[in-house]
C-alpha cells in the first residue's frame, strides 16, 4: 500500500450538492507553495491572480503570494503548502447569491470580477477566496480541518437554489 492511496481528501465522504443554480465539488490534492520576499516569478497586483504556465499565482499580501497548480516549485522563501487546504468550487447563477449569505466582501461584479482574489471570512472561516470566472465560479481554499464546516454550511446557504 502506497500514501498515495492512504490519502484523503477531508471532504470524501461529504454529500456537497448540484442544482440548476449552484454546484457545489471539491478539488482536492492541489499543489500551493507559499512565497514571502522577493518575487522571481510574474506577480499579479494588489487583489489580483496572474497565470504563470500551469499555475496561477495568487497575490495575499505584501510580498506574499501563493501559487496554486502545476508540479510543486522550489523557490527561494517558499513552503509548500498543498497539505494545508482544500478548494470548494462553488458555481452557478447563484454562486454569488450564496457567498453573500456569509461574506462581508462586496462581491458586486463592478468590484470583485475574475482573476480576483482575497483572504477573508465566509461564515466564520478564514478561506482564500478566489474567482475563476465570470459565470460566476469562485475557489474557496480552506484550511483541512474546516472544510466539513463550511462545506456544511455551503449545502445549507445554497439549498433555496438547488
Known amino acids: 500500500m502506497t500514501v498515495e492511496s492512504l490519502r484523503r481528501s477531508p ?4 454529500p456537497l450538492a448540484a442544482g440548476d443554480g449552484v454546484r457545489l465539488t471539491e478539488i482536492p490534492f492541489r499543489t500551493a507553495v507559499n512565497v514571502q520576499g522577493a518575487a522571481s ?7 489580483g491572480v496572474t ?5 496561477s499565482v495568487l497575490w495575499l499580501g505584501p510580498s506574499e503570494w501563493l501559487i496554486v497548480g502545476g508540479d510543486p516549485v ?3 522563501g517558499g513552503v509548500d503548502v ?3 487546504r482544500t478548494t470548494i468550487e462553488l458555481a452557478g447563477p447563484h454562486a454569488r447569491d450564496v457567498l453573500e449569505k456569509g461574506c462581508t466582501l ?3 461584479p463592478r468590484t470583485f470580477t475574475s482573476g480576483r482574489c482575497a483572504q477573508t471570512t465566509v461564515a466564520r472561516t478564514q478561506v482564500i477566496l478566489w474567482q475563476t470566472s465570470d459565470a460566476p465560479v469562485y475557489h474557496l ?6 472544510a466539513q464546516y463550511l462545506a456544511d454550511w455551503l449545502v445549507d446557504a445554497a439549498r433555496e437554489y438547488l
Do not use: Y
Open 106 to 108: 462586496d462581491l458586486h
Open 74 to 76: 522550489d523557490l527561494p
Open 41 to 47: 516569478f510574474p506577480t499579479p497586483p494588489p487583489g
Open 82 to 84: 498543498s497539505a494545508n
Open 51 to 55: 497565470a504563470w504556465g500551469d499555475r
Open 11 to 14: 471532504l470524501a465522504d461529504h
Open 141 to 146: 481554499l480552506v484550511r483541512g480541518s474546516f
